[in-house]
Nanobody
Framework: QVQLVESGGGLVQPGGSLRLSCAASGIIFRLYAMGWYRQAPGKRRELVATITRDDSTNYVDSVKGRFTISRDNAKNTVYLQMNSLRPDDTAVYYC?????????WGQGTQVTVSS
């Protein structure tokens, strides 16, 4: 059974930082491209960042220079370090794993940026 379990969300003030984690089980983690997506109320889910199995990364323009995606294959975990958070970063953040036709999602973790 495949599971992606996100953690690390919460309430933070503008300018603050959070680190999200996504622990994967039931997959050969090192084979998968991993990603973080987010969905704000009333908006479509959007890509935030991805990391390939070769550690190539990609970011949506709005988070470049502020967010960093990384992975630890020994721990089957992908991270999203989020710095200089802004109110428009408020959303539910989802972890995604992709390999060939396999596409898995976590349950999401809420990030709220507010003073």
């Amino acid at each position: 059974q495949v599971q992606l379990v996100e953690s690390g969300g919460g309430l933070v003030q503008p300018g603050g930082s959070l680190r999200l984690s996504c622990a994967a089980s039931g997959i050969i983690f090192r084979l998968y491209a991993m990603g973080w997506y987010r969905q704000a109320p009333g908006k479509r889910r959007e890509l935030v960042a991805t990391i390939t199995r070769d550690d190539s990364t990609n970011y949506v323009d709005s988070v470049k220079g502020r967010f960093t995606i990384s992975r630890d294959n020994a721990k089957n975990t992908v991270y999203l370090q989020m710095n200089s958070l802004r109110p428009d970063d408020t959303a539910v953040y989802y972890c995604n794993a992709q390999f060939l036709r396999n596409d898995y999602w976590g349950q999401g973790t809420q990030v709220t940026v507010s003073s």
